[in-house]
């Protein structure tokens, strides 16, 4: 019988290449014991709502009244919904070509892409131009469209990308068939980046003929929760200006920050800071979202690209890649919208909106602690602390006999490790190995996200079933933190 075009053996190698570990056999498992009546905890994936955070009342009020605009024609809605929100709806209402129904210009509203340059302004201090930012249906689009301007082909179009990392580039950059170059990020420093260790990563692709064209960084980490400093930044801009590759930027956790010592700090600033010659030549992309810090509105699927010293004719090239998918979202660039110019000192709705941002940020920094000393308590597992972003990433010291287990069961020893944990306590993580980690060295990722008041209980668990699995399979092994 002959194959169709469809089969599983005729398609596209790069789509059968294409590995996400995020929703890979775990996320499926866990999905089929909840199927089966069993209570899951999905802390697999950085989805805010899903695990019970509260959408912000602000944003709701005005992207309902733009969903129904015939309801500002009601006589009673000023008993509804605050004054401020109805005038925020029928601003954004103005900048359509015709209410959300409509498509919006390929990069986006120019009225909502105009208040992401104000914002990149005030928090940099330096201009931003509208026309050199474009808004997306979630940051992940827009890393999406840019690897796909980037990569040419295996030999060259290789993008040096953080390990651990977040697994959208792996799968991006497999997908359409670049190659990843990692480079390794020091566990025993927090995570820190060492530009020796970028330089020999380089070094050792271009002796294999193949050229790097990009670099990656994310900040702060996903999964590894650090930020970068000042000086860091300066280094990796300076080897982006040595080596001529473009730096993408991937600054969606840049609200969640919960340590005092290490704020973020946005690349471009730190770019311009820097001055002439290497603020007018590094060629920089930032990603910001809506998905993330305290919004956490996941499903909205609302993002930006800011483009820094992108030559024109790339940008309208980039335009042109845009314009295929003819418009983002324009709910979820209301959303963006509303991100980056949120109520002000005065408005009707500020007040409210400052107890309920400040509210889940100040949650979120108490998880994070209570998480890292819950894994840090925890039999042959040691963790950093959480410094931004929304994960811990334990390192698990797995015993010779639980790896032997797992080679006996055909499966990776940390996702091993990860099964049998979900099984024991419903707790739905990612085992490190989709991250990437160093030769014979074990991680999960959690999400911090779980609510509050429900953390010890299952900070508990975890402890219960890891001090026995070490047991079981442990013989007083003893724990060195490689």
């Known amino acids: 019988m002959s194959l169709k075009a ?3 053996e005729t398609l596209n190698e790069n789509v059968k290449n294409c590995q996400y570990a995020v ?80 498509y919006s210009d390929s990069r986006g509203l120019p009225g909502v892409r105009k208040e992401v340059a104000e914002f990149i302004q005030r928090r940099d201090g330096y201009p931003s131009d509208p026309e050199l930012i474009f808004l997306t249906d979630g940051a992940s689009k827009g890393v999406m469209q840019i690897l796909n301007c980037i990569i040419r082909n295996q030999k060259d179009g290789v993008i040096l990308v953080p390990v651990p990392q977040y697994p959208l580039y792996s799968a991006t950059i497999s997908l359409l068939g670049g190659t990843l170059v990692p480079y390794y990020l020091e566990e025993t420093d927090n995570w820190g980046l060492d530009v020796n260790n970028l330089r020999q990563s380089v070094a050792q692709a271009r002796s294999q003929g193949i050229t790097v064209r990009a670099m990656v960084i994310i900040n702060p980490g996903n999964p590894t929760g650090q930020c970068l400093s000042e000086a860091n930044l300066r280094e990796i801009l300076k080897f982006c200006c040595d080596e001529r590759l473009v730096l993408l ?45 305290y919004w956490g509105e996941c499903g909205q699927r609302g993002g930006y690209f800011e483009m820094t010293n992108i030559p024109p004719r790339t940008v309208e090239e980039i335009y042109k890649v845009a314009s295929i998918a003819l418009s983002p979202n324009v709910s979820a660039q209301i959303f963006m919208g509303l991100m980056v110019s949120p109520p002000k000192p005065g408005d009707i709705s500020y007040d409210q909106f400052v107890r309920e941002s400040k509210g889940i940020l100040e949650s979120l920094r108490r998880r994070a602690r209570i998480m890292t000393d819950g894994f840090n308590s925890c039999k042959n597992v040691v963790c950093n602390f959480t410094e931004g972003a929304m994960y811990s990433f334990p390192q698990i010291k797995l015993p010779p006999k639980a790896i032997q287990a797992a080679k006996q069961a055909g499966k990776v020893p940390d996702v091993f490790y990860c099964l049998k944990l979900l099984e024991a306590t419903g707790i739905s993580t990612v085992p490190g190995s989709g991250f990437g980690q160093k030769e014979g060295v074990f991680h999960l990722r959690t999400t911090i996200l779980p609510a509050e008041e429900e953390m010890p209980e299952i900070m508990e668990s975890f402890k219960k079933f890891n001090d026995e699995f070490m047991s079981q399979y442990g013989d007083n092994f003893g724990y060195s933190r490689m």
């Open 6 to 8: 469809l089969d599983y």
């Open 249 to 293: 930027g991937d600054e969606v956790y840049q609200q969640n920050i919960y340590q005092d010592e290490r704020p973020f700090i946005s690349s471009k600033k730190v770019l311009m800071d820097m001055g002439a010659p290497l603020s007018k030549e590094v060629q920089l992309i930032s990603f910001h979202t809506v998905s993330k810090g």
């Open 23 to 102: 929703r890979g056999e775990l996320y499926l498992r866990a999905s089929e014991l909840q199927k089966e009546g069993k209570k899951i905890i999905f802390t697999n994936v950085g989805n805010p709502h899903a695990l019970g955070q509260k959408p912000l009342t602000f944003p709701r009020q005005v992207v309902a009244l733009c969903q129904a605009p015939f309801l500002l024609d009601n006589p009673n809605v000023g008993m509804i919904f605050p004054a401020d929100a109805i005038a925020r709806a029928k601003h954004y209402l103005s900048l359509t070509s015709g209410g959300l129904g409509a």
